[in-house]
């Protein structure tokens, strides 16, 4: 004989596992897809944010011995990474570019074909990025745009007064 309290015991055992399942069914693709979306995070995260109180870029000319004086050795003096000809003053960033640091290499110089190529070897750490293939030439664009959402323009490389140029920056400087 079904008595009130075994219907409400019959309903609540096929209740539960049709909730259960509909729930599973629906709540999968977002368990699914939180995970994937957290492993980005630390990623990106490591990196700089991009700054909203850059000044108005500069145009005073460097040479390439000039720029040399901005590599970090000189802590009383700002650092300068200069790419494709553009020059950033990395200051604020001296804990990355600053001497001994891991990415010292590209301080005070230009050293557009290196960052290209993803390469920190020293022989690479130069302006010249004429044969950098199609991605590496994507690669470096990136960087400068990172660079310029971030650091403040201070000038361009020019040619050495001996006549020795220095890279021909891009077109439209
Ligand atoms: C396994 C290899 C690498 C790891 C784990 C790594 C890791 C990192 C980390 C954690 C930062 C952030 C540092 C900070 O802001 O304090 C950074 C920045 C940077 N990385 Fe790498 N890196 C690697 C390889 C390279 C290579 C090969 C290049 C060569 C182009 C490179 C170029 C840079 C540059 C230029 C920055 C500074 C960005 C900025 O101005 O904030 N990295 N890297
Ligand atoms: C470092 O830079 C400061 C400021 O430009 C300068 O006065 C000083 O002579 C420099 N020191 C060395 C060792 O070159």
């Known amino acids: 004989m079904l008595t009130f309290q ?12 049709v ?10 693709p977002q368990t ?10 630390p990623l990106k995260s490591i990196m700089q944010g991009p700054r909203d109180d850059l000044e108005p870029p500069k145009d005073n000319p460097y040479t390439t011995e ?6 970090g050795s000189n802590t009383s003096k700002p650092i300068y990474v200069a790419i494709k000809g553009t020059i950033f003053d990395v200051t ?5 570019y600053g001497r001994g640091r891991s990415y010292n290499i590209f301080a005070g ?6 960052l290209g190529k993803s390469s920190l070897k020293p022989e690479d750490a130069v302006a010249d990025y004429s044969d950098l293939d199609e991605k590496d030439l994507k690669v470096l664009d990136d960087w400068y745009s990172f660079f310029q959402k971030r650091y403040n323009i201070v000038g361009k ?8 140029a ?6 439209n400087l």
């Not at 075994?6 to 596992?17: D, E, K, N, Q």
């Not at 909730?19 to 999968?28: E, G, N, P, S, V």
């Not at 699914?32 to 995070?41: G, H, N």
């Open 6 to 17: 075994s219907a409400v015991t019959y309903l609540l055992a096929l209740a539960i596992p």
């Open 19 to 28: 909730i259960y399942l509909t729930y599973r069914h629906y709540a999968r």
């Open 32 to 41: 699914t897809q939180i995970p994937a979306e957290d492993s980005k995070k």
């Open 66 to 71: 000039a720029l040399k004086e901005f590599d």
């Open 92 to 96: 604020h960033k001296a804990e990355v």
């Open 109 to 114: 110089k230009d050293g557009s074909r290196g």
């Open 157 to 164: 490389v020019v040619g050495d007064e001996k006549g020795d």
């Open 166 to 171: 220095a890279d021909p920056p891009p077109a």
